[in-house]
């Protein structure tokens, strides 16, 4: 990949090197009325193509600086998820033959439950 990327700056390199040979001449450029400025072509296509690149290129660096800091970040989580050891399950309370919970723990009939709309007889 990075023998890829090479060779394309190479080519846009020569391609602006062939640019230059061919169009070296001076223009006028009016920035406003009482200011003018006189340069060669091949210096606004340079400057020209710094101007759109730049900034694009600082926010895709500061997108990886980020998304790098945040996968690492998960990455730190999983692992020490992943060595956190799981508590054993409570032991079950155990009562007569049958191995039911406790039934001030769990009641097993409606009927047992107290009802909140029953008004007290005290």
Do not use: C
Not at 42 to 49: G, K, R
Not at 67 to 96: D, F, N, Q, Y
Request: proline share 8%; net charge positive; charged share 20%.
């Amino acid at each position: 990949m990075q023998i890829v990327r090479t060779i394309v700056w190479v080519l846009l390199l020569v391609a602006l090197l062939v640019f230059s040979a061919f169009n070296w001449k001076p223009v006028e450029v009016k920035i406003w009325e009482g200011l003018v400025l006189e340069t060669k072509i091949p210096a606004l296509v340079v400057i020209s193509f710094l101007i759109g690149l730049v900034p694009m290129w600082m926010l895709h660096r500061a997108n990886r600086f980020y998304m790098s800091r945040r996968i690492a970040s998960l990455e730190t989580a999983a692992r020490s998820a992943a060595v956190t050891p799981v508590a054993p399950p409570a032991p079950v309370e155990e009562h007569g033959t049958d191995r039911t919970l406790a039934r001030e723990h769990r009641p097993d009939h409606a009927s047992e439950r107290p009802n909140p709309l029953q008004a007290d007889d005290r």
